[in-house]
């Protein structure tokens, strides 16, 4: 049971460190992500509060937000089948 633990741990660190270095090639300088399982939609901001003064559809799944030209965050419906 131990091992089991141990492994698991070691896999939800190994995905976060991964998550990590993806956040840290992008250029904003910070990220809040938050995830809505029931309804499948993920949040990015890149400034709290976000506060966007434009959305604008990037497709059916995507919307991003905007205050003038700077993007504040970015909002990806049915995220988890774009993940697979």
Do not use: H
């Amino acid at each position: 049971m131990e091992a089991l633990i141990a492994k698991e741990t070691n896999n939800f660190i190994g995905q976060c460190v991964n998550v990590a270095s993806d956040i840290l090639r992008m250029s904003a300088a910070q990220v809040w992500i938050n995830y809505d399982k029931e309804a499948d939609v993920l949040y990015m901001s890149f400034r709290k509060p976000q506060r966007a003064t434009e959305t604008v559809e990037l497709d059916d799944d995507m919307l991003l937000r905007k205050d003038g030209e700077k993007i504040v965050g970015l909002t990806i419906l049915n995220a988890s089948i774009r993940s697979k």
